[in-house]
């Protein structure tokens, strides 16, 4: 077996978990996927190992995705949804379809990095470490970051009643 499919077969399924918790769209997330694994095998002789090789294939994906949204434009309008109790805890919340999608509102309104933050934890189930070396920041950096984003779409909700 050769170090790409090497790497292919380790990665791939926490790229595609990766993409799906910053696009949140499975078919999207597995195109980009692609488009990140082919990009990898064109650039992998150059890759210096100085970060470690899911960080490298996570920015790569995030930055196809960047990419994409550039050359995007919106399709549809967005139906008219319920707002969730903001009493719930917001993992809680997640689990409704009706409530996730008032969230993923609130969320794609909320600054960098705390959409992205709170996006890979959720909807990625990335751990805080990981979390911090997809930003070049610590473990605690991401858990603080985290809560604060939780705390921001909780106000946002309780506003929104």
């Given at each position: ?15 595609e978990?990766?993409?799906?918790a ?35 294939l ?37 689990a ?21 933050v ?44």
């Amino acid at each position: 077996m050769t170090e790409f499919e090497t790497i292919y077969r380790t990665y791939f399924r926490e790229v595609e978990l990766y993409l799906r918790a910053i696009c949140h769209d499975a078919h999207l997330a597995e195109e980009l996927t692609e488009q990140v694994f082919f990009q990898a095998l064109k650039a992998l002789p150059e890759f210096r190992g100085d970060c470690d090789i899911r960080t490298w294939l996570c920015a790569m994906g995030r930055n196809c995705y960047l990419t994409h949204l550039r050359k995007a434009r919106p399709s549809a309008p967005i139906d008219e949804l319920q707002i969730p109790d903001p009493k719930q805890a917001v993992e809680e919340q997640v689990a409704d379809r009706e409530q996730a999608m008032a969230i993923h509102r609130v969320l794609h309104d909320l600054p960098e990095p705390y959409k992205e933050v709170f996006s890979l934890r959720i909807f990625g189930q990335l751990s805080f470490g990981d979390i911090g070396s997809l930003f070049g920041r610590t473990a605690n950096w991401a858990c603080v970051t985290y809560h604060r984003a939780r705390q921001k779409i909780q106000d946002e909700m309780e506003e929104d009643l």
